[in-house]
C-alpha cells in the first residue's frame, strides 16, 4: 500500500512529545492510528539516547502480554535508565484491565507513552475515566482532499474532486481495483463499527433498529434532526422504538466516531440551542456504500466535506440561527469568527440569492463565505466570498 506522511498528525504529536500526559491517538476504524504511530516512531530514528518499546497486541508474538501483569513486567523490563523511554501500545484493549498497568506505568514516570485501540474501549468520554484525566487526545479523520491528492496525483483539481467525493478518504479501499470491491471493504468497516464498537460494548439488543438510525442520518445529512423526529419516523406497526432508545443509540454512534453532531448557535441572541443538532458522516463513503446513490443531493455532501475539513483545522463548528434563517456553519477559532454557506451549483438565480441572503442578514462584520460548486477561481459579491469547494478544500492557507 502506497503510504503519505499525514504532516498535520505527525506535526500534533512532535508538539506533545515528552509532555506528561498520555497521549492516545483516536478516530473512525482503519483511518490509520496505527501507521500514524508507525510514522511517528520512524521520525525518531536520528534521535540519540532514546530506547523505544512497540506492542503490538493484536500480534501472536505478543500474546502472553495480553495478561496484564506479563504486560507490566515486559514494560518494566524494557526499561532503560538514564534514556529517554518511549512506550508505544497497539490495541491496548486487547489486554483486560490495561488502565491498571498505564495508569501505573505513567505514576512511575517510566515512559512517554502512547496509545491506539479499538473505539469500543477508547471513546473520547471514556478516557477521563480510563486514565484520570491525563490524557491528550490526537484526534485522525480519514484522508482530506488535500491528502487525496497526495495519494492521487492530478493536473486536473475538478476531476479529483468528483473521484474523491465517490470514494472518499477511507484509504484501505484505495487498493481495490474494482468499485464494488473498495466499496464492500467500506461497508465491512461500518458493519464492523456498528457490532464491535457499539452493539457489543453496550450490549444493544436490537441491532436492526440501530442501522435504521444510521442509515436515517446518512439519509438527512445536512438536515436539522431531532432525537423525536427519528422515533417518530422509525416508529411503524412492525416496529416499536421510544425516544429514550433512540437518543441512547444516536449517542453511541457519534462515540464510535462514526458521526459528528453539530450544535445549532442563534447568531442574534448569541447562545447555543440545545434542539435539533445536524448529524455529519465520517465519510461519504459509508454513506455510499451503505445505501448506494439514492437521495443524490451534492448541496448537503459538499455541506458534509466542509464540516469535517472545518473540524479537522480545528474551528469550533455551529449551525447558525437568525431569525427563520439558518447559516450552514458558524466557526470559531482562537476568537476569530467566519459565517460559512456551502452549496453545488450557483448559476441559478434564485438558489443565488437563497444562498447569499442570509450572510447578508448578518450585519456584524466578521468574513462571510459561499464555497460553492464554481470550478473556478474566488470572487466576491457584497462582501461575501465566493470559492469553489475543491479549491477551498486543497487552499494550503487554508490549513492549519
Not at 462514526?258 to 435539533?276: A, C, H, T
Not at 472545518?310 to 427563520?324: C, D, I, S
Not at 482562537?334 to 437563497?354: H, L, M, S, W
Amino acid at each position: 500500500m502506497k503510504l503519505i506522511e499525514r504532516d498535520y498528525y505527525l506535526k500534533k504529536l512532535n508538539d506533545v512529545k515528552d509532555v506528561p500526559d498520555i497521549k492516545v491517538i483516536t478516530g473512525v476504524r482503519r483511518s490509520g492510528k496505527s501507521k500514524l504511530m508507525d510514522a511517528f516512531i520512524d521520525s525518531f530514528k536520528d534521535m540519540e539516547n532514546i530506547n523505544i518499546v512497540r506492542i503490538k497486541l493484536n500480534l501472536k508474538k505478543y500474546e502472553k502480554l495480553l495478561n496484564p501483569d506479563e504486560l507490566y513486567s515486559y514494560i518494566e523490563s524494557n526499561y532503560i535508565e538514564n534514556k529517554n523511554n518511549y512506550l508505544f501500545i497497539d490495541e491496548i484493549q486487547l489486554c483486560k484491565g490495561f488502565e491498571r498497568i498505564i495508569n501505573s506505568i505513567y505514576e512511575e514516570e517510566l515512559y512517554d507513552i502512547y496509545l491506539t485501540g479499538s473505539n469500543a474501549f477508547l471513546l473520547s468520554s471514556d478516557l477521563a475515566t480510563l486514565f484520570g484525566g491525563r490524557v491528550f487526545e490526537v484526534h485522525l479523520f480519514p484522508f482530506s482532499f488535500k491528502e487525496y491528492l497526495v495519494y492521487y496525483p492530478s493536473t486536473d483539481l475538478d476531476v479529483s474532486f468528483d473521484n474523491y467525493v465517490k470514494k472518499g478518504g477511507m484509504s484501505g479501499s484505495y487498493l481495490y481495483k474494482s468499485e464494488e470491491d473498495a466499496r464492500n471493504y467500506v461497508n465491512s468497516i461500518y458493519k464492523t463499527t456498528i457490532v464491535r464498537d457499539i452493539v457489543q460494548k453496550y450490549k444493544i439488543e436490537n441491532e436492526s433498529l440501530l442501522l435504521m438510525i444510521g442509515d436515517y442520518l446518512m439519509d438527512n445529512i445536512g438536515n436539522k434532526t431531532s432525537i423525536r423526529n427519528i422515533s417518530n419516523k422509525l416508529t411503524t406497526s412492525t416496529i416499536k422504538t421510544n425516544d429514550k432508545t433512540v437518543g441512547s443509540y444516536l449517542d453511541y454512534l457519534c462515540k464510535s466516531y462514526m458521526f459528528y453532531p453539530i450544535q445549532r448557535y442563534d447568531i442574534k441572541g448569541k447562545k447555543y440551542l440545545e434542539s435539533e443538532k445536524k448529524y455529519y458522516l465520517s465519510d461519504l463513503s459509508f454513506r455510499f456504500s451503505e445505501i448506494g446513490t439514492k437521495y443524490m443531493d451534492y448541496g448537503f455532501l459538499y455541506e458534509n466535506l466542509v464540516a469535517l475539513e472545518l473540524m479537522r483545522r480545528e474551528y469550533e463548528v455551529y449551525v447558525g440561527k437568525l431569525y427563520n434563517k439558518e447559516i450552514d456553519f458558524v466557526v470559531i477559532k482562537n476568537g476569530y469568527k467566519e459565517y460559512i454557506q456551502v452549496c453545488d451549483d450557483i448559476t441559478n438565480a434564485n438558489t443565488f440569492e437563497r444562498e447569499t441572503s442570509p450572510l447578508l442578514s448578518i450585519k456584524d462584520a466578521y468574513p462571510k463565505k459561499l464555497i460553492a460548486r464554481t470550478k473556478r477561481e474566488k470572487s466576491y459579491y457584497e462582501g461575501i466570498e465566493i470559492i469553489d469547494i475543491a479549491r477551498w478544500l486543497n487552499d494550503s492557507q487554508n490549513q492549519n
